[in-house]
């Protein structure tokens, strides 16, 4: 465990805080979760570098969410290794599996928004508990508003007075706030009407433009995947189906499911 | 005539010995009962005088009633030694030693302490005046009188074959010296009327702050703790479950240990007591209490699961997502006005 830390520590020398050179930011090796008799996981192996954009996608049911939540252990996986910044997460301490938790940024399906808070303390609020001072937090808080195209009196306005999308959209400077090394996305725009979806994908897109962090993205927007996605990952039965640059793999589907989505797209 | 008055003389003579005779009798009793002696002393100059007197009926024969008076005397007389001698001398001794222990007893009374004492009252209230200073003892002997009754009472009858003075020792030795002891005969047994009063009203208090206890545990379990058993169990959410606990989760338990911290040491405190409910059992009812709370904390203060999970992928500590999602969402109550000094959001825009 004190190796692991120390990793992670020598980690935090170099550009971003979390990655080395050459390594990958995360690395999934034969995860495993059932929830009682039935698989949600059987030994997905997955890879993401530093700046890389991951598009997973698959029928519901696949194991989507779930390996999302494995990887910040919102979920406890059954078997597998799951690696971050060159340390070993299914291992770590309560302490240190929250140090680790607060380099990855987490988009909810749902928002997850704090109904009490403005949008401004929901996205200061981790910025705090991590131990920064309140004004400085809620300055990059702003900030991180404003990247969303959430600044002026929105961000004074509490959830249940925001635009589904607006919601999305404070969940998502929430994540970035904290300048995160990984973030994950589980199904940010299923909940939203198409309208608002080109809202969130617009904000989506921009960030991976950026290109400063490595994101793994569930979703079922495929056009969004062809145009952003460094590498689709297809899920099915709680396996990988297949994986590869988006245009190959829907170019030339290898799997069931990948021919499906291939029908989908085209239609 | 002249024989019978020579049988009178000899007879007269003869209870004259016989009258000496018994007055040394008396005389050497008199000097043994002291208690009797001024008595027993008049009694003897009484026949010392009688002897004379009997010598100088001699001279009145002559009258023929000086018979009968003597006889009547002698009578008297012989009455008076019969009293004497059924005279239970053991049993007088006896109790002149009673009594005598009895006054040993009131003797060794502190009286001085006790005077000090009420000195002490005294010029701790010294701007009242005497009957007032009665009054606020007696209202304080009211105050303390839930604990110690003063007056109570305890009447023990046992068998007329047992031995009085073997009870009265067993008696004394088994409450100490605090508490005075009378033996007496048996007769009809009367309840203090005080003593049983502050009883009933002694145990009614008792009960009331039982039930009052309970349902402060009630509401202090379903107002502050049903939204941290919820969230507990949100966090245990993701988590396989321990086989050796899978009938009572991690929000349960809580709620029964935190039931049985509550309600044990309000109800020590608050002087509640049930027949046959001990410490033990308290605990136990406490922990009933939380257990029935734990399975209804998801209705009474159901806790956000969603914000819940959004603050663990946070990195936020549990005591972070308490104070600052849980707590703060919950109903109003104790932890909640606490929480309000610590939390760092309070619901409002800078």
Redesign the interface.
Known sequence: MGSSLHGLALATTGARPGTRPGMPVLKVEMLAKRYGKTPALAGIDLEVRPGETVIVTGPSGCGKSTLL?CI?????P?SGRITFGGCDVTSLSYAEL?????R?G?V?Q?S???????A??NV???L???GAP?DAA?ERARAALDRVGLAGPT???RPRELSGGERQRVAIA?AIAPNPVLMLWDEPTASLDPILVSEVVDVMEDLVRAGDTAMVIVTHEMRFALRAADRLVLLDHGAVAEQGAPADVFANPMSEVGRKYRRLLES | MRDKVAALRSALDLAGVRAVERAKAIDEFVRQMNPAATQLARWKATLSGLTGRVSGIRALLATGRAGVVVSDMLDATNTVLAQMQSMDVVGMREAVREVSRDLGAVRDIDTGSIIRELEYIKASLPNLRDDEVGRSIRLIDRYIGGEVIPGDSLQILVDSGVDRAGARMAAEKRFGPNVRVYVSPAGVVEPGVRSQVYRVLHEARATVAALVSFVFSLLVLALDHAAIVSAIREFQR???PRRRARNIDAGSAYAMVVGAAILVPVFIMSGAKVPYFGTGHVAVLGAAIGYLVSTQSERISPA?G??I?????????HT?IMR??VV??SRPGILSLLNRRKV??R????
């Open positions: 939540r910040v252990r919102l979920v406890e059954d929250l140090q680790v938790r607060r990855i987490f909810f749902h997850n928004l704090i109904a009490r808070l403005s401004l303390d200061a609020l981790p705090i508990a991590a309140p809620r961000a004074h306005r929430r | 993701g988590k396989a956000s969603e914000e999970t959004a603050g663990m992928a946070m990195g936020l500590t972070d600052e999602i703060p969402s760092r959001f619901g409002t825009a800078d």
